[in-house]
């Protein structure tokens, strides 16, 4: 069974950072990712990185603000928000599968519990 824990979500003013992470346990898995959704919306694709080749993909609304990133030896992604922006407040989850990266909600087999991001104007 794999479990994820993310922490680090918090407040933060506008332009401000964060930094989240998420520790997995249990088996191995190739992608590790996160998602956000807002109230009232649907859980969208944040960004992913592959633990087999380091690749990573990240949602045009977050390119050049955030980046992801992981320790292997920790099996731990983090994901660091810079620049941050009032409509980028969101539950944000880790995800986690088996396979190349995704950006679609459906194919991750694992899920964290959520972390809370409020980002004030």
């Known amino acids: 069974q794999v479990q994820l824990v993310e922490s680090g979500g918090g407040f933060v003013q506008a332009g401000g950072s964060l930094r989240l992470s998420c520790a997995a346990s249990g088996r191995y898995l190739d992608t590790m990712a996160w998602f956000r959704q807002a109230p009232g919306e649907e859980r969208e694709f944040v960004a992913a990185?592959?633990?087999?080749?380091?690749?990573?993909d990240y949602a045009d609304s977050v390119k050049g603000r955030f980046t992801i990133s992981g320790d292997n030896a920790k099996n731990t992604v983090y994901l660091q928000m810079n620049s941050l922006k009032p409509e980028d407040s969101a539950v944000y989850y880790c995800?986690?599968?088996?396979?190349?990266?995704?950006?679609?909600?459906?194919?991750?087999?694992?899920w964290g519990q959520g972390t809370q991001v409020t980002v004030s104007s």
């Open positions: 990185v592959s633990w087999n080749d380091g690749s990573t």
């Open positions: 995800a986690a599968r088996y396979g190349s990266i995704s950006s679609g909600r459906t194919a991750y087999d694992y």
